[in-house]
């Protein structure tokens, strides 16, 4: 049995979505449909611990709530994109939050990719995540 190219191990390459958010109902329930679409979803429960799954495992993108204990969202986005090794990765503020359009204006400027409310169609999601991965050309 010879080697898988290296063309041949990107296409099988799994995409990981790093969600973080402190509820273990909203974790399951988003994480369980974004498996249903082939990707891997790895979980933690705050903005700390989301930092440092980021820092450690380098997911493709991340999904991260707003409020939470310990470090919010905002915060560890913000926090995420000061460090080297993770400032690249694109990030979905997803929430039950209703930013104001200044506060999503700003969150947009300095630390998220884009803010999905959980109440959006499922598909919004789907697609946004599509869009983000091209952009980042996973």
Known sequence: MSKPTPEEIEINKKIH???IDDDAIIRRLFGGRLV???????????GNEGRETARRLHPDLILMDERMPVMDGL???ARI??????KDIPIILFTNEDLSLEAEKMA???????????SADFSVLKQ??????AKKKI
Request: avoid cysteine; hydrophobic fraction near 35%; charged fraction near 30%.
């Open 36 to 46: 249903t679409l082939g990707y891997e979803v790895i979980y933690a429960n705050d």
């Open 128 to 133: 946004t995540i599509k869009d983000l991965l």
């Open 81 to 86: 994109r000061e460090e080297e090794t993770t």
């Open 75 to 77: 915060e560890a986005s």
């Open 108 to 118: 947009r400027d300095t630390s998220i990719d884009a803010y999905i409310h959980k």
């Open 17 to 19: 979505i790093l969600m």
